[in-house]
Structure formats: structure tokens, C-alpha cells
């Protein structure tokens, strides 16, 4: 887990949908967020080139040396199986990403903790468990940095409350389709934005995109307990926000489809098994 904690570097922009292809596409040209010309070659001002060049390294796509990982070229690359994210099963998967690679520590906080504490909650109750997060790890923090992330982190998964005129801000939120976070109404407060994250069956979540993520984790062995499936650090019950019961329900739908994947529940031992190692993109890509 990454002690240091970082609240700062998107410049106040959630990532818009198509910014990752973008960014994808300007290193690929062999340019640089530090060249003088970026702002004309991304067609975007300064900030936003700031912005998109924290989301490709905040998303696991590419390195501070401008280099790609292996993410970013299976979805973007010439090859690509969805470079302009029109499937939710890539954004599932960047979700993923985006909490497990702990560089834009909100969102491990958010999945892998807060949500633990409460699924009903508002914007100062999120910023004062990052605030105790940030002085347990000896993380100086600014109250309007962290107020500013949690606004970026909320418009990420979900459309804005209050109106606008920038349709963009409104549509562009890369995760609204998830419907991870939602919106809710008290009425015994005076608190205007109250949200609310409950595990759900997520029948719409690609099983293989589970399969990446248990795969990709590099402290699972070949047997991996359901209680550490449900509710380990970064494990799919936490990022995807899923019920035990649709657990259990794509665990039997993998153990169907893949031979060398098999679920043993003997004596109150619930264990999910690998005959071998499965290549993670191999199952996505299927």
C-alpha cells in the first residue's frame, strides 16, 4: 500500500471521456505535457494539459517518462479492443485501475475504506477521513486541496446536482454510466449533497473484468479466500462495490466458463482455485 498520499495534480478537471485517447495519442506522436506547443497540439489550455497528463499516469496508462503500459496499449493501442471507450467493460476495468493504482489516493481511500464506515455520507464527512488518513500517515494536507478532490472525485461518477451550462461537465464524467455513487435526498438536514454506495449484485459487471482484477493482484496466490474476494485491500468486492451474493453469482459464472478456475466450499472453507496462470488480458479480450 502507498503511504504517501496525494490529493493534487488534475488542476480541478475530472477526466473527460475522451482525454485518455488523447493523451494516448499525443505521446504516441513522441510529444511531451512539457513541450511549449502541447496546449496547441491537445487543443486544450494550459491546465487542462496538466490535467490530462496526472489522469494517464493516475489510470496506470503511462509513466512520468512517457512510456505505456501494458493497459494502455490492449485498450488504445493501434490494436486496440476499445481505444474511445465505448464499451463499459473498459471502464469498469480503468475504474479498477484507477482505485488499485493508488495515485490519485482518494479513490483507494474512498473503495478499499471510507465505504466501510458509512455508504450514507456527505462531502465533510468524506474530507474529514481523508484529513485523519493524511495524519496518520504524516501527509500534510490543504483543507481547499482536499475539498477541491473530493468535487473532482464526485463528478467522476456522478452528474452534477446543481445546473449548468457546461453540458460537458455534465455528460463527460468518465464513470456515470457505472452508477457506482448515487444521489440521494435527506430530509432531516439542512445538508444539500448527500450520497449513497451500497454493495449491489452488479449484473451488468463483465465477469472477466473481475477475473482481470483478482489476476492482476500480486498478493493473491493460486488459492484466494472469499472473505479476502469480498473484502480485502483492493479486491473486487471493495473496488466494484459488490454483494456477497453477486460475488458468489460471477464466481460460478468463471468456474463455468474457465476449466483451470474452480470455487471449493467444504466445511465452511470457501476458497477460489487456479489450476494454472491465466493471462489477465487473454479473458478480456475473449
Not at 503511504?3 to 495534480?9: D, I, S, V
Not at 490530462?52 to 496506470?60: A, R, T
Not at 458509512?118 to 493524511?134: A, H, R, Y
Not at 463455468?256 to 474452480?262: E, G, Q, R
Request: net charge negative.
Amino acid at each position: 500500500m502507498r503511504q504517501k498520499l496525494n490529493f493534487a495534480g488534475h488542476e480541478s478537471f475530472h477526466c473527460r471521456s475522451l482525454w485518455l485517447k488523447k493523451g494516448y495519442d499525443f505521446i504516441s506522436s513522441n510529444h511531451r505535457f512539457s513541450d511549449p506547443s502541447a496546449v496547441v497540439d491537445l487543443g486544450v489550455g494550459k491546465n487542462m494539459v496538466s490535467s490530462i497528463n496526472y489522469w494517464m499516469s493516475s489510470f496506470g496508462l503511462a509513466t512520468k517518462e512517457n512510456r505505456f503500459s501494458e493497459l494502455a496499449d490492449f485498450i488504445m493501442g493501434a490494436d486496440g479492443v476499445d481505444p474511445y471507450l465505448e464499451d463499459n467493460a473498459s471502464l469498469w476495468l480503468l475504474h479498477y485501475h484507477l482505485v488499485a493504482e493508488n495515485l490519485a489516493s482518494i479513490y483507494s481511500i474512498f473503495f478499499n475504506e471510507f465505504r466501510k464506515h458509512q455508504i450514507e455520507f456527505n462531502k465533510s464527512q468524506l474530507g474529514s477521513f481523508i484529513k485523519g488518513k493524511c495524519e496518520g500517515t504524516n501527509t500534510t494536507f490543504n483543507d481547499n486541496t482536499i475539498k477541491r478532490d473530493i468535487a473532482v472525485f464526485l463528478r467522476t461518477y456522478i452528474k452534477p446536482i446543481q445546473s449548468t451550462k457546461n453540458l460537458e461537465d455534465i455528460y463527460t464524467g468518465l464513470f456515470i454510466d457505472l452508477n457506482i455513487i448515487e444521489v440521494i435526498k435527506k430530509f432531516d438536514t439542512d445538508e444539500i449533497d448527500w450520497y449513497r454506495i451500497v454493495n449491489k449484485d452488479r449484473d451488468e459487471l463483465p465477469i472477466e473484468v473481475i477475473l482481470y482484477s483478482i489476476l492482476n493482484n500480486e498478493n493473491y496466490t493460486q488459492s484466494i479466500s472469499f472473505e479476502e474476494l469480498l473484502a480485502g485491500y483492493n479486491s473486487p468486492g471493495n473496488i466494484f462495490a459488490i454483494s456477497p451474493n453477486g460475488l458468489l453469482e460471477k464466481i460460478a459464472e468463471m468456474t463455468n466458463k474457465y476449466k483451470d478456475i474452480t470455487f471449493n466450499d467444504d466445511a465452511g472453507i470457501r476458497e477460489l482455485q487456479f489450476k494454472k496462470r491465466i493471462n489477465k488480458y487473454f479473458s478480456i479480450a475473449a
